[in-house]
């Protein structure tokens, strides 16, 4: 069955260092990979989206891989703030006519001031 | 404010009750979504409209879930005889889904409905 895997441990670190989560996933084949941040009580907002023929996509301080042999997506937030604490949602997408989204279960980041 | 909103935020009933919650999308977006999340899990995906047609349904959408979308506008989500299994996050989410190479434009969620099921 299909399957999507976020780290489900909270994810510690100082200020000012870089945060790398991970999301992977089986017998899916997405045409795109998106990833989301979410904080305590409201909806996900969308950060950074990724296509299956793309390797890496930047936005200022935010970086993802795709890296669909291994099928797998990286997400870095690099020189991290407290603000940045959330907790982070890989979502998956095939390029059908619901253009639904199939979330992993999210990992937890917390970073130290 | 121009996002998507929800109605109630909150909502707490008793078991066996019928509950209705509301979604207001971006105006000018034509595809509207619906997702329960509950504690420590990501959203699933429950239904979606493109205008007022809605076009597919999860088996998560017992016959108790009913939603509707009349005009493509605004949108509402329906749960008959609620049991406490229901109680989750219903959040909503809205597209604008257009013609071209991949028609796919990221999705816009609203703040959530938490309901409680006592």
């Known amino acids: 069955s299909q399957k999507i895997e976020q780290n489900s441990e909270a994810l510690n670190i100082q200020e000012g260092k870089t945060a790398t989560l991970t999301c992977n996933y089986t017998n899916y084949s997405p045409a795109y990979l998106q990833w989301y941040r979410q904080d305590p009580g409201r909806g996900p907002v969308f950060l950074l989206l990724i296509r299956e023929n793309e390797k890496e996509k930047r936005k200022e301080r935010l970086k993802v891989t795709f890296d669909t042999t291994l099928k797998q997506s990286l997400f870095h937030i690099t020189a991290s703030q407290p603000a940045d604490s959330a907790t982070y949602l890989c979502a998956l997408m095939k390029l059908d006519s619901s253009y639904k989204l199939i979330f992993g279960s999210g990992t937890r980041l917390l970073v130290r001031p | 404010d121009t996002g998507v909103s929800q109605n109630p935020r909150h909502k707490i009933t008793k078991r066996g009750q019928n509950v209705t919650f509301r979604c207001d999308p971006i105006s000018e977006h034509n595809r509207l979504y619906w997702y329960r999340q509950t504690l420590g899990q990501g959203p699933e995906f429950l239904t979606y409209f493109q205008n007022e047609a809605q076009l597919e349904k999860s088996r998560l959408l017992s016959d108790r879930f009913s939603a509707e979308r009349p005009k493509g506008s605004f949108s509402t989500l329906e749960i008959q005889r609620t049991e406490q299994g229901d109680s989750a996050m219903y959040l909503c989410?809205?597209?604008?889904?257009?013609?071209?190479?991949?028609?796919?434009?990221?999705?816009?969620f609203g703040p959530g409905t938490r309901l409680t099921v006592l």
């Open positions: 989410a809205s597209s604008l889904a257009s013609r071209g190479t991949s028609g796919y434009n990221e999705q816009f």
